[in-house]
């Protein structure tokens, strides 16, 4: 089955950092989706990408479609405490797929 | 527009006896998945539901089993607990249409002692 691969695992930075994560995939994907999840709560979706080399913000955040389609970046500009949880990366495969696969994600801690 | 909706937020159970959750998707999805978050797993499919019928399933025993009504609303059914089951069990709907994004409950996290 197809495989994600985030990174990295985790992270500890100060408020005010910019903070890059990114998947990779052994397949193509036709879809990217980044969500973040809060402590106690269900992840949220923050953006969703559907064509190569696409780059999309909302707000702080700015996530890209890999060119290769087998990738995907999240950023966040000047991280502030609010920003702690953990994001997921999923993908939806080509061909059309109803299940996207998950990343195994990404904690993120902000020190303030 | 309300969110996905999952009860109860909180389930203690013992080994052996059985748990049914619930689902209610966002007005206007008819998809509905199941998936199992735990600390070192992650998040992992249990099945998605379309139109009443099961449409994707995931590596799981048949201990774990749902269903879809006519509403869409869901419902997931563990049998038999385990340690193991203990989790937190998320809900997720989407229009149904392939790559279309999912979006989340709040889950319901289940404690087995």
């Known amino acids: 089955g197809q495989q994600l691969n985030q990174s990295p695992q985790s992270m500890f930075i100060q408020e005010g950092e910019d903070v890059s994560m990114n998947c990779t995939s052994s397949s193509i994907f036709n879809t990217w989706l980044w969500y973040k999840q809060d402590p106690g709560e269900g992840p949220v979706l923050l953006i969703a990408l559907y064509k190569a080399g696409e780059l999309t913000s909302n707000g702080r955040l700015t996530a890209q479609f890999g060119i290769t389609r087998k990738d995907s970046f999240l950023n966040i500009s000047a991280s502030i405490p609010s920003d702690v949880g953990i994001y997921f990366c999923?993908?939806?495969?080509?061909?059309?797929?109803?299940?996207?696969?998950f990343g195994r994600g990404t904690s993120l801690i902000v020190h303030p | 527009k309300a969110g996905v909706t999952q009860t109860p937020r909180y389930l203690i159970k013992t080994r052996g006896q059985q748990v049914t959750l619930s689902c209610s998707p966002i007005s206007g999805h008819r998809s509905v998945s199941w998936y199992q978050q735990t600390p070192g797993q992650g998040l992992q499919f249990l099945f998605e539901y379309f139109s009443e019928t099961q449409r994707n399933k995931g590596n799981f025993p048949g201990r774990f089993s749902g269903r879809q009504f006519s509403n869409s609303r869901s419902e997931m059914n563990v049998s038999t607990l385990e340690l193991g089951d203990s989790a937190l069990y998320l809900c997720?709907?989407?229009?149904?249409?392939?790559?279309?994004?999912?979006?989340f409950g709040d889950g319901t996290r289940l404690s087995i002692l």
């Open positions: 999923a993908g939806g495969a080509s061909g059309g797929s109803y299940i996207p696969t």
């Open positions: 997720a709907s989407s229009l149904g249409q392939p790559n279309q994004p999912q979006h």
